[in-house]
């Protein structure tokens, strides 16, 4: 009976309803709050707490690596225990971290602090991206999640640099207690065989895409990739431009309206999706590539504005392709869920790599130049994933 009753005569299933989806949204926004605030608080860390530019790297790189390692934990239990149960111990971990924070303010203190925020934060996101990773219509579901991404961006960057140290951490803490209230609307399981069976007869396309296990790896592997990108230039962004002496009434609201440029990319990927899901891929890493690169020959005023608001419109295109792939591929969830992870590792490895490039006295041409290289790695992985389905005649679905 409970079966009959997952799936109506439309073929949607219990992670359909509206609560569902609004309850796993709002909670993946929460989710990746940190990490689309990060110019931000990169700026309070140094600003309020005296940390260095390469301290800066060291914590932010602790958070996304806590919530990488969080988002692993979640996806090796995920199918077996109850996911209401790992949302809350997620968010009882960022809820104390959080709190913690306000009271413990050296720099070894923080960035342990951030790593276990981070963990948590990685545990309720996963579960997020998995739920809506497993509705009738996941390209539509994660087309709302970055749609949303964009306003949520906008208001964080507008809210967040008008706060103290503590009222960033009281921010985040309350979201998270948000979350806590709204947890009795997320699906308690993943569908079983048969529902599985009967999500996949309602999907008009699946049959055209059915591939080795490893290739929806590799596509994990240039996730990572794309994020190291973001997260070397997200977080020094407002740094770097500051350095090259661009003031902070000018690209502080250049951050704040770039954010909502993710909309145009949100927009964008729709006009595009006739064309596949690789060649728009192709050319938004390539462009991504391109407005960070650009900023390796000096920060200007004119510049910076151009490079935020290419990146911020690509950053949602690239995800839309990236996320379609990942959920085309992978119906189950199951690689899915480790989505999080890989945007959370690269993002760990994105501020270490640049504090490094900062920290051996290379100077910000030099990180953005490696940052920027990071996309054009993900575009040659998606080429030769591209190749490969060429060679084996594996029709690719476009973007509904």
């Known amino acids: 009976m409970a ?152 208001l964080e960057l507008h809210v967040l640099p008008k706060l103290s140290m503590n009222g960033i951490y009281l921010f985040f803490i309350t979201l998270n207690i948000l979350c806590i209230f709204l947890i009795r609307w997320l699906p308690n399981r993943p569908l079983n065989a048969e529902e599985l069976a009967e999500q996949e007869a309602a999907q008009s396309d699946v049959e055209d895409w059915h591939v080795p296990r490893f290739i929806p790896i590799i596509c994990l592997v240039a996730i990572s990739f794309t ?31 770039s954010s909502i440029f993710a909309i145009v990319g949100c927009v964008l990927a729709l006009f595009c999706s006739r064309f596949g899901l690789f060649k728009p891929l192709f050319i938004s890493l390539l462009l991504m590539a391109a407005v960070v690169i650009m900023l390796a020959s ?36 199951t690689l899915v869920a480790l989505m999080p992870s890989v945007q959370g590792f690269g993002q760990f490895i994105g501020p270490n790599v640049a504090a490094s490039v900062l920290g051996a006295g290379l100077g910000y041409n030099t990180m953005f130049m490696v940052s920027g290289s990071m996309a054009l790695v993900a575009m040659f992985i998606y080429i030769g994933v591209f190749l490969y389905m060429r060679r084996r005649k594996v029709k690719v679905p476009v973007v509904s």
């Open 298 to 333: 000096g920060i200007t005023n004119i510049n910076v504005m151009v490079s935020l608001f290419g990146f911020m419109t690509m950053w949602t295109f690239v995800d839309v392709f990236q996320s379609s792939m990942m959920a085309h591929m992978d119906r189950s969830g």
């Open 227 to 257: 994020y190291v990108n973001i997260g070397g230039y997200y977080t020094y962004i407002e740094l770097g431009a500051h350095a090259d002496g661009i003031a902070k009434d000018w690209i502080g609201p250049i951050l704040t309206w």
């Open 3 to 154: 079966n009959s009753l997952s799936f109506s005569k439309a073929g949607s299933n219990i992670f359909d309803g509206w609560r569902s989806i609004s309850t796993a949204l709002f909670m993946a926004l929460v989710g990746y709050s940190v990490m689309v605030s990060i110019p931000v608080i990169s700026t309070a860390w140094v600003g309020l707490l005296g940390f260095t530019e390469e301290q800066v790297g060291r914590v932010a790189g602790a958070d996304v690596g806590g919530f990488s390692l969080g988002a692993v934990l979640a996806s090796l239990f995920v199918a077996r225990v109850s996911r209401r149960l790992l949302v809350m111990i997620g968010l009882i971990l960022s809820i104390s971290a959080n709190a913690l924070c306000i009271g413990f303010v050296d720099y070894e203190q923080v960035l342990w602090l951030r790593v276990i925020a981070g963990v948590g934060s990685g545990i309720f996101t996963a579960i997020a991206v998995v739920t809506l990773g497993g509705t009738t219509k996941p390209v539509r579901a994660f087309n709302l999640l970055l749609f949303a991404f964009a306003f949520s961006t906008a």
